[in-house]
């Protein structure tokens, strides 16, 4: 089991930036992935982007490219979520998960292990 703890999120101006953490601890040697997923207001959650922690391979959403980059830090376990550029469509809660199988990193379904949430509320 890998436990998840994310920070950084909170209330910014359109064309604003944020930058997320989220700190793994546990089983943290058998993960083979990390990503941040979002979820506004009755809408299904979606990925936002992804990293194979072994060799970097990032991945994001068409929505998001250009504007948000996700980044490891080896050592510490921990992924970042930089932001910049952001849009009042942009906010959700923003969630941070992690996985240990090679399904796709895209699929929300196959991540096991999820943070609480940070909530990122971008105004216009």
């Known amino acids: 089991q890998v436990q998840l703890a994310e920070s950084g999120g909170g209330l910014v101006q359109a064309g604003g930036s944020l930058r997320l953490s989220c700190a793994a601890s546990g089983r943290t040697f058998s993960m083979h992935a990390m990503a941040w997923f979002r979820q506004a207001p009755g809408k299904e959650r979606e990925f936002v982007t992804g990293i194979k922690w072994n060799g970097g391979f990032t991945y994001y959403a068409d929505s998001v490219k250009g504007r948000f980059t996700i980044s490891r830090d080896n050592a510490k376990y921990t992924a970042y979520l930089q932001m910049n550029n952001l849009k009042p469509e942009d906010t959700a809660v923003y969630y941070c998960?992690?996985?240990?199988?090679?399904?796709?990193?895209?699929?929300?379904?196959?991540?096991?292990?999820w943070g609480r949430g940070t909530q990122v509320t971008v105004s216009s």
């Open positions: 998960a992690a996985k240990d199988n090679l399904y796709s990193v895209l699929d929300v379904a196959s991540y096991t292990n």
